[in-house]
């Protein structure tokens, strides 16, 4: 089975900075994904991961906030812009591979606390 | 809108039997998931169906009717490592996958 691997799996930033976190597949990916999970929570997807070109964001997710980029088919960026506590939450990358039934596998999440 | 119950906690005993269900109402459906979740980890895939019926994974079955909008997840011979959330996602006529809130279930020994 694909490894999803993620980076950072936690951090700690201040108010108003920005974190980059990265997402590597090590197989040929359909489609890729970004979520956020606020604790005891379920996922909210914030975008789908489009290869060369935008992606394609969730209503209340914007591409100034959350940037996300994805040079190839294996491999995705998702930037949390100048950040608040709210923000304070884990992120997920998913892919899916092959054809249906399209299910999801989740990358380890990454940790994001904001002081 | 786009809407999918489950129940928010449940408790049962080890070697047990407990039922998790599911109701959805989306825009189309293109099958149904579920997955589980340890606590501070990523979800993982148990099971998709698409069909009406049952399918059996070993311990795990998922039952679905699409006439009912409804799934369940059965998990059999309660093991204290099935504690844990289970989350209930339909994939609707965009190939979005729409999410439950998760069903956190405890064993108790």
């Known amino acids: 089975s694909a490894v999803i691997s993620q980076k950072p799996s936690r951090d700690i930033c201040q108010r108003g900075t920005s974190l980059t976190i990265q997402c590597q597949v090590d197989?040929?990916?359909?489609?890729m994904f970004w979520y956020r999970q606020q604790p005891g929570q379920s996922l909210t997807l914030i975008a789908t991961?489009?290869?060369?070109?935008?992606?394609?964001?969730e209503s209340g997710f914007v591409i100034d906030k959350f940037p996300i980029s994805r040079p190839n088919l294996t491999f995705s960026t998702l930037t949390v812009s100048n950040m608040s506590p709210e923000d304070s939450s884990i992120y997920l990358c998913?892919?899916?591979?092959?054809?249906?039934?399209?299910?999801?596998?989740f990358g380890p999440g990454t940790r994001l606390t904001v002081t | 809108g786009q809407n999918i119950d489950q129940p928010t906690e449940m408790t049962a005993t080890e070697g047990a039997i407990v039922q998790i269900n599911c109701t959805y109402q989306?825009?189309?459906?293109?099958?149904l998931f579920w997955y589980q979740q340890h606590a501070g980890e990523a979800p993982t895939f148990l099971s998709y169906n698409v069909l009406d019926g049952l399918e059996e994974k070993g311990r795990f079955s998922s039952f679905l009717s699409r006439s009912k909008g409804y799934s369940y997840l059965l998990l059999k011979e309660l093991q204290m490592k099935d504690s844990a959330s289970y989350l209930c996602?339909?994939?609707?006529?965009?190939?979005?996958?729409?999410w439950g809130a998760g069903t956190k279930l405890i064993i108790k020994p």
């Open positions: 991961a489009n290869q060369g070109s935008e992606a394609t964001y």
């Open positions: 197989s040929q990916v359909t489609m």
């Open positions: 996602a339909v994939m609707d006529s965009n190939y979005q996958l729409i």
């Open positions: 998913s892919a899916t591979f092959g054809t249906e039934p399209y299910e999801q596998y």
């Open positions: 989306t825009s189309g459906f293109n099958g």
